[in-house]
């Protein structure tokens, strides 16, 4: 197991010792329920607030198209001589570029809220899965359950890990 020291122990003694373990970790139906309930009414909300910003940055750049356009008419009435112009459209482009940019970079960063779910799945679960991995997998769930496990005089010392 991972970082563990000190006398040896018999395997079985070891598993019986880490299912113990895995018992008090877990998350009973009614209260894995609750959090993910909780969960979704998080998730909607943050839903609407991501598409709210998404169509926030929309106007931004419409905006900033909107006044480039506008400069662009202003010159050709000549009410803006080359000068002028051309620093107004550069700085107008560059903020058009931030806008965009920021605009893609809130459609790729979607709110997705699914640790409750994942943790409360590992929580009921993870017994099931140490009695039917191999060694090297129950090595694996218990690196990820677990904070420093250790083993002193042929008893595992396991304490949960965050946040579990």
């Known amino acids: 197991m991972a970082q563990m020291h000190a006398t040896s122990i018999e395997e079985k003694d070891l598993t019986r010792q880490i299912e113990a373990f895995l018992e008090r ?7 894995a329920r609750k959090y993910i309930e909780k969960a979704e009414v998080n998730t909607d909300a943050d839903k609407q607030a991501h598409c709210e910003n998404l169509k926030r940055h929309e106007r931004v ?5 909107q006044q480039i356009s506008n400069l662009t008419v202003l010159r050709v009435r000549e ?3 080359d000068e002028e112009f051309e620093e107004k459209r550069i700085d107008l482009r560059m903020k058009l570029a931030v806008a965009k940019e920021n605009h893609q970079n809130v ?3 979607k709110i997705s809220f699914e640790p409750v779910k994942s943790l409360a799945i590992i929580c009921n679960r993870a017994k099931y899965w140490f ?3 191999d060694w090297s997998q129950k090595q694996r769930l218990v690196q990820i359950l677990c904070s420093n496990p250790q083993l002193i005089n042929k008893t595992a010392l396991l304490e949960a890990a965050k946040p579990f």
């Open 25 to 31: 970790i877990y998350l009973p139906d009614d209260i």
């Open 61 to 65: 750049t419409k905006n900033l198209e």
């Open 79 to 81: 009410l803006l001589d």
């Open 107 to 109: 459609q790729k960063n």
């Open 131 to 133: 009695q039917r991995a």
